[in-house]
């Protein structure tokens, strides 16, 4: 039962880090309902191998995370929604993935900005945008960022948290 559960929330994992990555390209920005359904989720992750000190690390890994991410946040570096969506990424990969994650997502989210900066990428992100909705956010404002950064933390979420379970 307790690896049913565990499958389930994977699912879930995967599903709400798509939906993220779908919302920062559609509107340039992460609705807080996700993170926060991700953090309400992972401790489900942890029913086939509940352990204490990792669950704690975890945790400690996903503040240490939130620090960083709300010092660049207060710079302009990073958007709200990008720290909230990674640390709440960080909870999941654990003490043992968190700088794989980092890593991963630090070299997804370059790839990333690159393609946006060429003309075809640039192109294809405002067809995008057009099609999937207006690029405002909630208040009617423009966000700072043209650059869909959950996309980036999404996949190397993605790819960080999935790929060691199906060993």
Known sequence: M???L??????GFAG???AAAFEDLRRLMIPNVLPLALCLLWPLSLLSSPSLSGALGAIGCAVVVFIVGALCFSRGLLGGGDVKLLTA???WAGPTQTLALLV???VL???L???LLAPHGAHLAILARAKLGPAEG???HRADTPVPYAIAIAAAAIIVVLLPSFR
């Open 2 to 4: 307790a690896v049913q």
């Open 6 to 11: 565990q499958h389930l929330a994977l699912i």
């Open 16 to 18: 709400l880090m798509l």
């Open 89 to 91: 990424a960080t909870l």
């Open 104 to 106: 991963l997502t630090g």
């Open 109 to 111: 989210g370059g790839v």
């Open 113 to 115: 900005a690159l393609f």
């Open 138 to 140: 909630p208040n009617g």
